[in-house]
Structure formats: structure tokens, C-alpha cells
């Protein structure tokens, strides 16, 4: 077998060959398609949301479950527009915008091509009109809560009723920090974690689901006093570090390594100048990764200050210091906040995993052969991919093997954790149910033939070795 390193990860051809994979397979299709779309929207089938939910669950095992500092949170996604303006994003979340002055089509300033390290001012999309800057754009999603002011009310009736669709979770947590305290009475460090949606009215959405108006974050928003900051910024960094390296986006060592540097991963750290930091940083490091679009920010580490708690405090009127039992002192914690958007590290994800190789037809070698073809297929790791094994009986018209197979496959659905993670196929010719499971990037795949019949083992074969082994039933040892 010859398997090309990286072989479409660094061309456009990449991504489309993901976003063609991901809706013939079922992950992901176009929001409302039937209807042309609709630009920074997708849906998640089938396969999608199972990637998505095992993303999900990694970091919420290794960042909340496995932690006894860390409070998990559910909070609303509409809420009272004073967070919104006391957090600085009626007023600041907003991108610098130019506006083509012969075709109208707006730009976001940042993002315009640039010459010689300048942003151009000739429209990149009709090559005529010259680029003039536009008032900034405010990326929250206006709403009205309830009926609103009706016809004759006042207009500060009406201005009660507006909200915004969150841009991001992390307020969530903030207006929540007292129920917290008083409920739970944790020490500082302690976190708050919740995973959930966000809507940004993006400028221009592109590139698949790298910059979407409605995707699902995964936040922390951990409570120190300020002269922990740095120790806990670099704790943070390495956790995040060593979490992605563990789903095979690999950018350091072990130990995490030092800020910045990148040990030939896929993952890479940009201290982002203070210019280009958000409203509320004082330190901010993107990990960027190499999508086929180029080198851009998968996740983010964030040191929010005392910023967002102070700010609550003095616009709602509500206490949010912490008080300090031990030493008797009363003060506003500070945060360190990380941050991942789930859709773009799925991204990142099937990026990275789309291989293409050579393989034979699956016999029992599954060497390159004569008959050796060409194969797409996703090297996702074990922990992320939709299905995690696949159960086949070697010919589906002898009920023998097809009960046999059923057996098995009822046993491994058992197995904790697997449960909606087992695929049983019976259709078409062995080497073919290998492909649709590489294609989707199953690890693993069982076939139960007539020798299981007479021994109780089965044959595993590996996804991208296409070796096989002999195991008794009894020893599968999935995880
Ligand atoms: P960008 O500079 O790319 O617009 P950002 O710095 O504004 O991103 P954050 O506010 O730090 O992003 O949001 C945290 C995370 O949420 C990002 O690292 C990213 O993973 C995700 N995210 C933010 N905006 C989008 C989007 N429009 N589409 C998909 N994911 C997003």
C-alpha cells in the first residue's frame, strides 16, 4: 500500500474534496439547500453529528468531567441586552468594513488582498471601483423578545424588547458567576465550561465551515486573582496544546513546549499583537492550523482580565467579587479563557484526515497488488471518527454467519461507549464494505465467516493499514 503524506491537505482540491465527501457520506449538507442556501449556514447529518458529538464529548471528558475545577453550565442564548452592552459588544463587536464604490460589495478591511504587505484599495471582486470605508458592522444578530411595543407604545417600551442572538457563550458564564459562588462555594481557580451555540452575521462566510453565521463554541471562563495570570495563561496554553496533539493535530512535545513553538504539527501558535486583540484582552494566542485556504485560527486562548466581572458588576449593580475566606481579602477575579469553535475544528479534523493511498481489493493480505486501486478515505483518530467499528458478515445469503455476525455486532454495542458507534453492513462484496467504512473513517472492521463458526474468532482488519488479524470474539478489545 501507498499511502501519499498529506496528499490533498495542501490544495484547494483538499477542500472540496471534503466538502464533496462530507454530503455524499452524509456529514454535511448545505443550509436549506432546496432553497439555493443560505450563505454561513449548514446542517449536520447522520455521520456529522456523530463527528461533531464525539468532538464534543473529548473535550467535555478531558476539560470538564476529568476536572474537579470546573463547573459545567448550560445558559440561554437570548439574553437581557444590558450583558450585550455592558460587555462592550453593542458598542465594539463590530469589524471594519470598505464598500466597493462601483460594484457596492462590502469587504471586511482586514481581510482585503494586500500588495507589497498594503491592503489594496481596487475591489478584489470587480477589479474597477476603489475600496472607501464603510461605518463598522456590528456582527450580532438583532431580535425582539415578545410582542414588542405595539403601536402606540413608547419607544423605550420597544428598545426593552430588543435582544441579540449571542456571539459568543462566554457572557453566559459571566452572569452566572454569583449563582455559582452561592450555590456551589468552589476556590478560586476554579471554571466554568459550557458548549453551545453562537451566531455572528459574518461579513463574507466562507471556505465550507471555517467561517460560518451560526456555529457551536466549547468555552472556559477560569477565575484566578490577577497575579496568577501568567502561571495560568502558560497551564491553559499547554492543555490546549496537548489536547489538540492528542486528536492528531500535533504541533509540540509531551511537555507542551515553549509558547510559539511548533514541533513540524499541523498546529501553530501566534501571539496576537495588541492591535488585532479583541476589546477585553490584555494576551491573546491563536493556535492556528493549516487549512488548504491557508494558515488560520482553529482556537483561541484569551486573557479576559478582570474586564467582563467588573463590568457586570457596575452596569447590573450585583456584587460579583469573590471573597477569600482564608486571608480575609474581597476582590474581582480575573479570567483565562479558552476557546474552540466546534465546526471549525471538524474542519480542521476531516482536513486532516483526507488521504488518498493505493490499496488491493481487501484479501487477506490487503498489500498493494495488480489489482491495486485508488481509495479516499479519512484517517480520523479512533476517539473522533463516526463509527468506530463495523460488523460484516462475510456473505450475506447464509443465515449462519448473518446471525453469527448479528451477535457480534449486538455485543460490541454493549460495550460502554459504543453503543450508536457500530455499523453492521451486509451489502455488496467484501472489499467494497471496506471502502464505504475508510471513506467514512471507520478504524476498525469485523467479518465473520465460516471459520468464526468453528473457532469463535473473527478477522480484524485496520483501516489504514488494510492489515489483518485473527481474534477470538472474546478478546476484541475495543475502546
Ligand atoms: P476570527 O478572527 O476568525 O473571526 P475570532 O478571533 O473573532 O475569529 P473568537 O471570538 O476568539 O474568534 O471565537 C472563538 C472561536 O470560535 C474561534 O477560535 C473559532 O474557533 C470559533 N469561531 C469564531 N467565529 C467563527 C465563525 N464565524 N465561524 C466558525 N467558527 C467561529
Known amino acids: 500500500m501507498k499511502a501519499k503524506n498529506n496528499p490533498v491537505g495542501d490544495t484547494e482540491n483538499n477542500l472540496e474534496a471534503v466538502v464533496a465527501l462530507a454530503k455524499r457520506r452524509g456529514f454535511i449538507f448545505q443550509g436549506s439547500e432546496i432553497y439555493g442556501g443560505l450563505a454561513g449556514t449548514w446542517d449536520w447529518g447522520p455521520l456529522g453529528v456523530a463527528l461533531k458529538n464525539n468532538i464534543k464529548q473529548s473535550w467535555w471528558k478531558r476539560f470538564v468531567e476529568s476536572r474537579e475545577d470546573i463547573f459545567p453550565v448550560d445558559t440561554a442564548i437570548l439574553m437581557n441586552q444590558k450583558v450585550w452592552q455592558a460587555s462592550g459588544h453593542v458598542g465594539g463587536f463590530a469589524d471594519p468594513l470598505v464598500e466597493c464604490n462601483k460594484c457596492h460589495k462590502s469587504f471586511r478591511a ?56 449571542r456571539p459568543e457563550t462566554a457572557q453566559g458564564m459571566f452572569v452566572n458567576f454569583k449563582n455559582i459562588i452561592d450555590s456551589l462555594h468552589p476556590r478560586l481557580p476554579f471554571g466554568m465550561a459550557q458548549i453551545g451555540k453562537a451566531f455572528r452575521n459574518e461579513i463574507a462566510p466562507r471556505d465550507f465551515l471555517f467561517r460560518v453565521r451560526e456555529f457551536e463554541q466549547m468555552e472556559i471562563e477560569y477565575f484566578i486573582r490577577e497575579s496568577d495570570w501568567e502561571k495560568t495563561f502558560e497551564m491553559w496554553r499547554v492543555e ?15 511537555s507542551g513546549g515553549k509558547s510559539g513553538e511548533n514541533a513540524g504539527g499541523k498546529v501553530h501558535e501566534l501571539e496576537v499583537a495588541a492591535e488585532d486583540r479583541a476589546h477585553y484582552s490584555k494576551r491573546t494566542i ?28 457596575t452596569a447590573s449593580g450585583v456584587d460579583l467579587s469573590y471573597f477569600d475566606e482564608q486571608t480575609g481579602e474581597r476582590f474581582i477575579p480575573h479570567v483565562i479563557e479558552p476557546t474552540v469553535g466546534v465546526d ?136
Open 344 to 479: 471549525r475544528l471538524a474542519l480542521a479534523l476531516l482536513c486532516s484526515a483526507l488521504t488518498e493511498d493505493t490499496m488491493g481489493d481487501g484479501g487477506a493480505t490487503g498489500a498493494a497488488s495488480d489489482n491495486a486501486e485508488k481509495r479516499l478515505f479519512l484517517k480520523l483518530p479512533p476517539e473522533i471518527a463516526p463509527v468506530r467499528i463495523a460488523v460484516f458478515p462475510l456473505l450475506k445469503n447464509k443465515p449462519e454467519l448473518v446471525a453469527k455476525a448479528r451477535e457480534v455486532y449486538d455485543m460490541l454495542r454493549k460495550v460502554p461507549g459504543l453503543s450508536g458507534r457500530v455499523a453492521f453492513d451486509d451489502n455488496g462484496n467484501i472489499g467494497k464494505r471496506y471502502r464505504r467504512q475508510d471513506e467514512i473513517g471507520t478504524p476498525e472492521c469485523v467479518t465473520i465467516d465460516f471459520q468464526t463458526l468453528e473457532d469463535q474468532t473473527v478477522t480484524v482488519r485496520d483501516r489504514d493499514t488494510g492489515g489483518q488479524k485473527r481474534v477470538a470474539i472474546g478478546e476484541l478489545d475495543i475502546k
Open 286 to 313: 491563536d493556535f492556528e492550523f493549516d487549512f488548504p485556504f491557508g494558515r488560520k485560527e482553529l482556537c483561541g486562548l484569551a486573557y479576559r482580565t478582570d474586564f467582563d466581572l467588573r463590568n457586570h458588576s
Open 240 to 254: 490546549m496544546k496537548n489536547w489538540l496533539a492528542e486528536l492528531g493535530l500535533g504541533g509540540g512535545d509531551a
Open 110 to 165: 482586514d481581510h482585503v488582498p494586500q500588495v507589497d504587505g498594503v491592503a489594496t484599495d481596487v475591489c478584489p471582486e470587480c477589479g474597477k471601483g476603489k475600496l472607501e470605508a464603510r461605518q463598522p458592522f456590528n456582527m450580532m444578530f438583532k431580535t425582539q423578545v415578545g410582542v414588542g411595543g405595539g403601536n402606540d407604545s413608547a419607544a423605550s417600551e420597544r428598545d426593552a424588547s430588543v435582544s441579540y442572538l
